[in-house]
């Protein structure tokens, strides 16, 4: 029940990686043993939880902090050639900062699924009377 971690994880185990510190290569150690004794056996998730959770806090934070300095930086007029106008962004141009609303607000969504589903699963774990 890792949902988004399992694809946040990666990423914030390649920005430690790129990152090197004393704290992020302790955090890639304890990430790679609990990943490798959980897949051995099935009760150590909870020694995977933690890991998970921090690496893949690290990659979403990560994820935030490049774009949101996508959608900071100032857009850049295009002109085609000689006499014609330049593009805006009105004009029906996909651009950078675009995507870059678009990346985030599906980063903020995939976060509140998370949230909803790690209270769905507390509440049906916890509360069953068997």
Do not use: Q
Not at 9 to 34: E, H, N, Q, R, W
Not at 66 to 95: C, H, Q, R, Y
């Amino acid at each position: 029940d890792l949902h988004c971690l399992v694809f946040l994880f990666p990423v914030g185990l390649y920005v430690l990686c790129t990152k090197l510190s004393d704290a992020g290569v302790f955090m890639i150690m304890y990430g790679m043993t609990a990943v490798y004794f959980a897949g051995v056996m099935v009760r150590l998730m909870l020694v995977l939880a933690p890991a998970m959770c921090i690496m893949g806090a690290i990659g979403m934070s990560e994820l935030l902090k490049v774009w949101f300095a996508e959608i900071k930086k100032p857009e850049e007029k295009v002109t085609k050639s000689k006499g014609k106008k330049a593009l805006d962004a009105d004009d029906g141009v996909l651009t950078t900062k675009n995507i870059g609303y678009c990346v985030i607000a599906a980063l903020f969504l995939m976060l509140y699924f998370y949230s909803t589903h790690c209270t769905w699963v507390t509440s049906e774990a916890y509360s069953s009377p068997s």
